[in-house]
């Protein structure tokens, strides 16, 4: 059995923000659980997508995210980015260890590792996000369409594609960055239950980010407000311009499958090969479940990342204080507050 100050779960960019802050926070020996082989959480394993948020608005606590600060990078630039940033912290990152279940007794808690492994702490930080979490909606007869269903965490690259009827439902960031790559080789369809809200990438010149920042808007605790607001895309230009040059049409969502397709609003039956479903994630901690932190629906009962248990904080749920909650910019700034508040509760 081993012990830590910290124990943080995931190795993603919330889970390596924390471990880095914590020093700052007094907590000497810090540890961290990743399940994977690797630190960077669920980057590796989206699709080839490109930042909305420009390089300078990207980076973690205490290093700057290299090269052009106008540019927007890449995926495997924030792969790289992470991978470097996790082997200058000091906290011992342990990966391949997935967590089975943390309990509280006499004010300290036991972790344990599905491969038996136990450590034993005062304060945990859950940090593994919502990638292992995707959404699947309740369509209408699903169960009897007969080719190829995948939510976005599965989609890779649009090669297995080519030359297919493909449906892309929803309409966020996720969405048309995979419909407009899908489109170049693919016959496309965007399924939303509205129409796309596109969101100007530079008002003014400017990009999104630089106004938000300079007008407060990126960090005010206007939680409520932002979970209610509608989804927007951010877009240049590029993605709207890709859609209508792939011939990527946006549709109504449909009202239900058949074996071999699906029957639209108006009672068109179409075949389909495939339908990719970009409709987000849930939070899921079953690791959690016998903590006392979770709500009966496995939500997260927390207050600005502060659980309603002694010792135990989130980090990186979305919207947790702020429109940046879940953005690389933004989760050291909640990694820190969640640290003070549990060096104040373990003192």
């Given at each position: 059995?081993?012990?830590?100050?910290?124990l943080v779960i995931g190795a993603g960019q919330s889970g390596l923000?924390?471990?880095?802050?914590?020093?700052?926070?007094?907590?000497?020996?810090?540890?961290?659980?990743?399940?994977?082989?690797?630190?960077?959480?669920?980057?590796?394993?989206?699709?080839?997508l490109t930042l909305f948020s420009p390089a300078r608005y990207s980076s973690l606590p205490g290093m700057r995210f290299p090269g052009?600060?106008?540019?927007?990078?890449?995926?495997?630039?924030?792969?790289d980015y992470l991978h470097d940033y996790?082997?200058?912290?000091?906290?011992d990152i342990h990966t391949s260890t997935t967590v089975s279940s943390v309990t509280r007794q006499d004010g300290t808690w036991s972790v344990r590792a599905e491969d038996g492994r136990e450590f034993t702490t005062r304060a945990?930080?859950?940090?593994t996000g919502d990638y292992g979490s995707p959404y699947i909606p309740d369509?209408?007869?699903?169960?009897?369409?007969?080719?190829?269903?995948?939510?976005?965490?599965d989609y890779r690259s649009p090669g297995a594609f080519a030359g297919q009827r493909v449906v892309v439902v929803g309409g966020g960031n996720s969405a048309i960055q995979i419909a407009a790559e899908l489109g170049a080789v693919a016959d496309t369809t965007l399924a939303t239950r509205r129409p796309i809200g596109w969101m100007a990438q530079r008002p003014l010149g400017k990009d999104l980010h630089w106004w938000l920042k300079h007008t407060g808007l990126d960090i005010a605790p206007i939680r409520r407000l932002l979970e209610k607001a509608p989804v927007s895309v951010l877009d240049d230009g590029r993605y709207r311009t890709a859609l209508q040059e792939h011939g990527v049409d946006r549709r109504e969502m449909f009202a239900r499958f058949t074996p071999d397709g699906v029957v639209w609003t108006d009672g068109t039956k179409e075949t389909v090969d495939a339908v990719v479903l970009a409709t987000g994630y849930r939070p899921a901690f079953p690791y959690l479940t016998s903590s006392g932190a979770l709500d009966a629906d496995g939500r997260p009962l927390h207050r600005d990342g502060i659980a309603t248990v002694p010792g135990l904080?989130?980090?990186g749920l979305e919207f947790q204080r702020s429109f940046s909650s879940k953005t690389l910019r933004g989760v050291g700034r909640d990694a820190g507050h969640v640290l003070s508040r549990l060096r104040h509760q373990a003192a």
């Open positions: 059995m081993e012990h830590a100050d910290l923000a924390a471990a880095a802050l914590a020093p700052r926070h007094g907590f000497a020996r810090t540890q961290v659980l990743e399940a994977d082989e690797a630190p960077g959480g669920a980057w590796p394993r989206y699709y080839s052009d600060g106008d540019r927007y990078p890449t995926r495997d630039e924030v792969v996790a082997r200058r912290l000091t906290a945990v930080i859950a940090a369509l209408s007869a699903r169960a009897e369409f007969t080719r190829r269903v995948l939510h976005a965490a904080g989130f980090v």
